[in-house]
């Protein structure tokens, strides 16, 4: 298991986020199966200063649903980087990762340091 930390501090959340799933997948390494876990654990620091280009902090909207009729709750990009900024990169990552049983124990191997 090899570990790497990777400092978000100015850089965009979509190229970060693909960083961090061809490692967590361990595409880097020369023993990559695409039926294992991979074994590489990441871990990010300064999420909060993470960038985003265009008008993105502004208008890009995260969605959330109970299951319950009427229970649809979304905020917008900024809200959610100054109360969760971790979910932020999670939902990025977990987007960019295949869809199989193996995503969630990927994800798992994902450290997001909170700042201070």
Do not use: C, W
């Not at 208008?59 to 969760?84: A, I």
């Not at 979910?87 to 193996?102: E, F």
């Amino acid at each position: 298991m090899t570990d790497h930390i990777i400092d978000a501090k100015s850089k965009p959340l979509g190229r970060l986020a693909s960083q961090i799933a061809l490692l967590l997948q361990g595409k880097n390494l020369p023993s990559y199966e695409p039926n294992k876990i991979g074994g590489n654990r990441v871990i990010v620091k300064n999420i909060k200063q993470l960038k985003v280009t265009g008008d993105k902090a502004s208008q890009k909207v995260y969605y959330r649903h109970s299951g319950k009729p009427g229970h649809l709750k979304q905020k917008k990009f900024r809200e959610v980087l100054q109360e969760t900024p971790e979910r932020i990169l999670l939902s990025a990552v977990k987007g960019m990762l295949p869809r199989n049983k193996l995503r969630n124990e990927r994800l798992k191997l994902l450290i997001i340091e909170k700042d201070g």
